[in-house]
T-cell receptor, first 114, second 113 residues
Framework: AQTVTQSQPEMSVQEAETVTLSCTYD???????LFWYKQPPSRQMILVIR??????QNATENRFSVNFQKAAKSFSLKISDSQLGDAAMYFC???????????FGEGTQLTVNP | NAGVTQTPKFQVLKTGQSMTLQCAQD?????MSWYRQDPGMGLRLIHY???????DQGEVPNGYNVSRSTTEDFPLRLLSAAPSQTSVYFC????????????FGQGTRLTVV
């Protein structure tokens, strides 16, 4: 079974600084997708960024980028120029090739300090 | 476009009571699922469905039933609520596919006393 691990329960960053959230996963598959979801206090789950395992280029969405290391099974999220609105719980997730079992990590609670 | 509509948003149950959490989506997604979110444990898959008439168990299915009679609706039933089922529940839908984005409802905070 696939597992996803986020070893940082809490992180904090100063406004305008950069922060990196860590995620590791375990799978025997060669093709899969990885996701980062954001959950603000409203509880709404919001997709931040996604990465296909076969693509060597790291995904980027505005201030959000990933460092995908397939051999190490590592998928970290970098948030640049942090804003107060970035404060949220962040979940790393893995989607199996069948596309029907999205597996989440434990989550990292990010605090942004003004 | 409503997306994924989940009701109720909050619910308090007594131990042994039953209830149904409703979930409806208007995006014609084949795939629907239910998760529970507990502190320090992320979201764990309870049940999922890849189409009308097809359901399967996830990681934590005990104490929950589902059915999928239409593409749009995927209710989650608690047959006899227990305090261990106190949690936040999320319904999600998506197209079937490894790259597809999952869309989530607003969640239901359930407390069993």
């Amino acid at each position: 079974a696939q597992t996803v691990t986020q070893s940082q329960p809490e992180m904090s960053v100063q406004e305008a600084e950069t922060v990196t959230l860590s995620c590791t996963y375990d799978t025997s598959e060669s093709d899969y997708y990885l996701f980062w979801y954001k959950q603000p206090p409203s509880r709404q789950m919001i997709l931040v960024i996604r990465q296909e395992a076969y693509k060597q280029q790291n995904a980027t969405e505005n201030r959000f980028s990933v460092n995908f290391q397939k051999a190490a099974k590592s998928f970290s999220l970098k948030i640049s120029d942090s804003q107060l609105g970035d404060a949220a719980m962040y979940f790393c997730a893995y989607n199996a090739p069948s596309g029907s079992r999205l597996t989440f990590g434990e989550g990292t609670q990010l605090t942004v300090n003004p | 476009n409503a997306g994924v509509t989940q009701t109720p948003k909050f619910q308090v149950l007594k131990t042994g009571q039953s209830m149904t959490l409703q979930c409806a989506q208007d995006m014609n997604h084949e795939y629907m699922s239910w998760y529970r979110q507990d502190p320090g444990m992320g979201l764990r898959l309870i049940h999922y469905s890849v189409g009308a008439g097809i359901t399967d168990q996830g990681e934590v299915p005990n104490g929950y039933n589902v059915s999928r009679s239409t593409t749009e609706d995927f209710p989650l039933r608690l047959l006899s609520a227990a305090p261990s089922q106190t949690s936040v529940y999320f319904c999600a839908s998506s197209y079937v596919g490894v790259d597809t984005e999952a869309f989530f409802g607003q969640g239901t905070r359930l407390t069993v006393v």
